[in-house]
T-cell receptor, first 111, second 114 residues
């Protein structure tokens, strides 16, 4: 079966801009979680969506937001980009319990 | 507050020897732990897990040990192979308000030398 698809894979933005990242989980996986990976910080939890509802949220500012569609695809948006937002953004799907299946990530560089 | 800690950012091991990756946690509510492996330019992939009712789980060359009293788990890879070179993350699900989120450690970069 198809894996988790994240788009775009790479992108470069400038400070103050906004960005939208997309994630399509494996078919049948209704939960999508988003993580930010930066050197030395590991994977920091952003939020989790299940059946179009945000179930859980990490400790990130309100500039970070997300949503999930009825087909389980999810988007995350970062507004007013800062240099510190440069990171690898990973999404992971699951059935709602148990193992996470990650995409390859979207690498964001903010200049 | 880092609830899951991996204090060794990197580790180098000779091919054929044992690799031991460590992870400490602070939250006694964790009752399930996972290890993920990540290659460059790829997403993390699930490697092995352990429930808190066990103290050991083995899958081929990979064994995870759990010491609940010390709040410590370790991943053993024997024998280590060059293809094992990757970043390894330990993780634990935190259940709150009827749902959960995974808490990850900062990762340990393993390099297996041929």
């Amino acid at each position: 079966k198809a894996g988790v698809t994240q788009t775009p894979r790479y992108l470069i933005k400038t400070r103050g801009q906004q960005v939208t990242l997309s994630c399509s989980p494996i078919s049948g996986h209704r939960s999508v979680s988003w993580y930010q990976q930066t050197p030395g910080q590991g994977l920091q939890f952003l939020f989790e969506y299940f059946s179009e509802t945000q179930r859980n949220k990490g400790n990130f500012p309100g500039r970070f937001s997300g949503r999930q569609f009825s087909n389980s695809r999810s988007e995350m948006n970062v507004s007013t980009l800062e240099l510190g937002d440069s990171a690898l953004y990973l999404c992971a799907g699951s059935t709602g319990t148990g193992e996470l299946f990650f995409g390859e990530g979207s690498r964001l560089t903010v200049l | 507050d880092q609830q899951v800690k991996q204090n060794s950012p990197s580790l180098s091991v000779q091919e054929g020897r044992i690799s031991i990756l460590n992870c400490d946690y602070t939250n006694s509510m964790f009752d399930y732990f996972l290890w993920y492996k990540k290659y460059p330019a790829e997403g993390p992939t699930f490697l092995i897990s352990i429930s808190s009712i066990k103290d050991k789980n083995e899958d081929g060359r990979f064994t995870v040990f759990l010491n609940k009293s010390a709040k410590h788990l370790s991943l053993h890879i024997v024998p280590s192979q060059p293809g094992d070179s990757a970043v390894y993350f330990c993780a634990a699900p935190l259940f709150t308000s009827g749902t959960y989120k995974y808490i990850f450690g900062t990762g340990t970069r393993l390099k297996v030398l041929a």
